[in-house]
């Protein structure tokens, strides 16, 4: 089973400031996503990177792909309280079937 | 995208009993898959559900835990067998079309959340 480190597990920030999430695993992801989840709610998709160095934005929020695709960020800009939620990395890597490997999600609290 | 629903949504059983849990989705899909989430933590894969065939199951999770049955394309129900406290958790079921490549979008439905007493 591959494992994926996701960091931090926990962030308390107020509203307006930035914060970045990290995700990393010792081997080549095939490819990763990008899920956030509310209370109650399936987790539902932000955004997949496939190619190493690949940098997406979604409004306020920009993900990174490493270069050796082993690793990927998600920074948000000017947090809102909105952006309240438990964010998860997950990845595939070569003979993993499809199947998603989870992070361990990092609990977002924005603060108004 | 796909629209899956799940029930029960949440439900509260006794210890020693078993619940089954049904995921139905909008439209044919490839791949269905049965997650746990614990509280407050992040999603393990139990077992990919397999048209007509046995499951396959992940490194801790055994078929007489948790069968999976998956009659078609749309349809697929897991059950929780002698539930015990640590049983308690949320079940959710995902799908995924396969679009030639890594990366394909996994679909959420909301979840069943179980409570054992």
């Known amino acids: 089973t591959q494992l994926l480190e996701q960091s931090p597990q926990f962030l308390s920030i107020q509203e307006g400031e930035n914060l970045t999430v990290y995700c990393n695993s010792s081997s080549v992801f095939s490819s990763l996503q990008w899920y956030r989840q509310e209370p109650g709610e399936g987790p539902v998709l932000l955004v997949t990177?496939?190619?190493?160095?690949e940098v997406k934005k979604l409004k306020r929020l920009t993900f990174q792909f490493g270069d050796a695709r082993k690793d990927s960020s998600l920074h948000i800009t000017a947090a809102q309280p909105g952006d309240t939620g438990l964010y998860l990395c997950?990845?595939?890597?070569?003979?993993?079937?499809?199947?998603?490997?989870f992070g361990k999600g990092t609990l977002l609290t924005v603060n108004p | 995208s796909a629209v899956i629903s799940q029930k029960p949504s949440r439900d509260i059983c006794q210890r020693g009993t078993s619940l089954t849990i049904q995921c139905q989705v909008d439209?044919?899909?490839?791949?269905m898959f049965w997650y746990r989430q614990q509280p407050g933590q992040s999603l393990t894969l139990i077992a990919t559900a397999n048209q007509g065939s046995e499951a396959t199951y992940e490194s801790g999770f055994v078929i007489d835990k948790f069968p999976i049955s998956r009659p078609n394309l749309t349809f697929s129900t897991l059950t929780v067998s002698n539930m015990s406290p640590e049983d308690s958790s949320i079940y959710l079921c995902?799908?995924?079309?396969?679009?030639?490549?890594?990366?394909?979008?996994?679909?959420f439905g909301e979840g069943s959340r179980l409570t054992v007493l």
């Open positions: 439209s044919q899909v490839t791949m």
């Open positions: 997950a990845g595939e890597w070569e003979g993993s079937n499809y199947k998603l490997t």
């Open positions: 990177v496939v190619t190493g160095g």
């Open positions: 995902s799908v995924k079309r396969l679009a030639g490549g890594p990366g394909g979008e996994l679909f």
